[in-house]
């Protein structure tokens, strides 16, 4: 059996992590990490992960980036593999990760959807078939409570395109304030917010008298957990320290 523990346990995506875990008779759901521990669980919450003593095979962290350098330092003096599910991270988070990945395996996706990792294989192949004759643009809509914007999976797309044009392009956000044409060597990237939407994101390769879009729409916050559970169970098996993310799962 699986014993985990779970990081932002008393937030929405927490809780849709939780009723997973508790519906899968593989898995023990050991503990939770949360700075909100009054709240109540089947499984004891504690405020600070140094707080808890008992031993996991996998943390599942779907919190925020400043819970970060807390998780890290746990993960790596316990000897225990993480699938980090927040976004927003900082060039000096990023930074941090990957030095601890150097002692742990650490499992890292901008989104734990399946489909939206394979939309990004998608969005890699068709940058590398239409090259520099297509203008890229992403748009990506999500709740009106999401804090970072553009989401970390619009960043996902755009980097999977870059990978693969012949030229390194820049990232656009906004046009308002530059009244000039489109420059050719550019991503858009654009940024809705509003009501509850759970999360779309569409790529559009607009060239002459053509347009081609690719979409992706959640429409509940399973996908995501589901996705973590997945990611959390394939890193349970592993124990060679490093950076592993999606690809490892779809393409093995």
Known sequence: MLKLVLSGCNGRMGQAVTAICEADEKIDLVAGFDLHAVKQNSYPVYANP?????????VVDFSNPGALSGLLQYCTRTKTPIVLCATGYSAEDEAKIKAAAEHIPVFQSGNMSLGINLLTDLVRRAAQ????????????????????????????????????????????YERQSVRTPRDKREIGISAVRGGTIVGEHDVLFAGLDEVIEIRHTAYSRNVFASGAVTAAKFLATVSTPGLYSMNHIIWK
């Open 50 to 58: 140094m707080e808890f003593s008992g031993t996991a095979q996998v």
């Open 129 to 172: 078939v239409l090259g520099d004759g297509f203008d890229i643009e992403i748009v990506e809509r999500h709740h009106s409570q999401k804090i970072d914007a553009p989401s970390g999976t619009a960043f996902m797309l755009a980097d999977a395109a870059r990978s693969a044009l012949p030229y390194d392009p820049t990232y656009t």
